[in-house]
Antibody
Framework: QVQLVESGGGVVQPGRSLRLSCAAS????????MHWVRQGPGKGLEWVAG????????YYGDSVKGRFTISRDNSGKMLYLQMNSLRTEDTAVYSC????????????????????WGQGILVTVSS | QSVLTQPPSVSAAPGQKVTISCSGS????????VSWYHHVPGTAPKLLIY???ERPSGIPDRFSGSKSGTSATLGITGLQTGDEADYYC???????????FGGGTKLTVL
């Protein structure tokens, strides 16, 4: 069965860095786009970043652009999120999610949706 | 402020029907497909509807989706107490080049 397991969360001071990992199993990782989605305390779901199956397209939410970097290792079935210059407002539960889309051009998929999610990992940014 | 607008909360009695709206614009809902998610905080979100009106296997037909213009709607019939959760709509925004979610709607089954 499909499994997505996040790791690397914890407490970090503002301005510092943290790297999240997501281990995938139970499906052909190299055939799916992957994403990070977060939920801050008392807030709704916020999309953070996404990466195509072949890394040909990478996208970021405005709130993390220039600070976070999404990457993947298809041979190791791993997804990563490098988070730099962390802010208190980055405090959230971060989840990785598998994308399944069929209606895609060379630059985007119009039917993007997330059919499997990890349980999430807590990142707390606090001094 | 979310790009997609959902009502903060809806409620209905067990066995009744409820609808949750999701309003957007031509750059998102108007020209892309909508998906819906069920989320109980502390657990992994679950995909309920994709491609506006398609249900993944295992999702009962009590759940339905529709789209018209720049708005989408999730319908739930035969409400059960287990349906209490937060519901989110999502889609691609072609102007932002980003995935966007609604602010979420908390469903209470009275």
């Amino acid at each position: 069965q499909v499994q997505l397991v996040e790791s690397g969360g914890g407490v970090v001071q503002p301005g510092r860095s943290l790297r999240l990992s997501c281990a995938a199993s139970g499906f052909t990782f190299s055939r799916h786009g992957m994403h990070w989605v977060r939920q801050g305390p008392g807030k709704g779901l916020e999309w953070v970043a996404g990466i195509w199956y072949d890394e040909s397209n990478i996208y970021y939410g405005d709130s993390v652009k220039g600070r976070f970097t999404i990457s993947r290792d298809n041979s190791g079935k791993m997804l990563y999120l490098q988070m730099n210059s962390l802010r208190t407002e980055d405090t959230a539960v971060y989840s990785c999610a598998r994308e399944t889309s069929l209606h895609c051009t060379t630059t985007f998929c119009s039917d993007i949706h997330f059919d499997y999610w990890g349980q999430g990992i807590l990142v707390t940014v606090s001094s | 402020q979310s790009v997609l607008t959902q009502p903060p909360s809806v409620s209905a009695a067990p066995g009744q029907k409820v609808t949750i709206s999701c309003s957007g614009s031509s750059s998102n809902i108007g020209n892309n497909y909508v998906s819906w998610y069920h989320h109980v905080p502390g657990t992994a979100p679950k995909l309920l509807i994709y491609d506006n009106d398609e249900r993944p296997s295992g999702i009962p037909d009590r759940f339905s989706g529709s789209k018209s213009g720049t708005s989408a709607t999730l319908g739930i019939t035969g409400l059960q107490t287990g349906d209490e959760a937060d519901y989110y709509c999502g889609t691609w925004d072609s102007s932002l080049s980003a995935v966007v979610f609604g602010g979420g709607t908390k469903l209470t089954v009275l």
